[in-house]
């Protein structure tokens, strides 16, 4: 079965940077487009960055863009979201995500919190 598992969250001063991991198993990974969303108290899940099967093509949400950069390891099978210059507005849990029709498929999540 799909099974996604982050890794990487904690608490960061503002201005500082994390690296987000994300542990696929399941289904073969270097066919699907992998994503990372996030859930703030009080807010809808939004899609904070998105990356193709080869990695050839990465979006971003207008708010992380410059700031947030999504990759890929289709050999480890495991997507990484490195964070710098991180705000406090930043502060949600932060899910990987895979759309394998029919389904969508979501992680435990793992909590960034950007306070001094």
């Known amino acids: 079965q799909v099974q996604l598992v982050e890794s990487g969250g904690g608490l960061v001063q503002p201005g500082g940077s994390l690296r987000l991991s994300c542990a696929a198993s399941?289904?073969?990974?270097?066919?699907?487009?992998m994503s990372w969303y996030r859930q703030a108290p009080g807010k809808e899940r939004e899609l904070v960055a998105r990356?193709?099967?080869?990695?050839?093509?990465?979006n971003y949400a207008d708010s992380v863009k410059g700031r947030f950069t999504i990759s890929r390891d289709n050999a480890k099978n495991t997507v990484d979201l490195q964070m710098n210059s991180l705000k406090p507005e930043d502060t949600a849990v932060y899910y990987c995500?895979?759309?394998?029709?029919?389904?969508?498929?979501w992680g435990q999540g793992t909590q960034v919190t950007v306070s001094s």
């Open positions: 995500n895979v759309k394998k029709y029919p389904y969508d498929y």
């Open positions: 399941g289904f073969t990974f270097s066919s699907y487009a």
């Open positions: 990356i193709t099967k080869n990695g050839g093509q990465r």
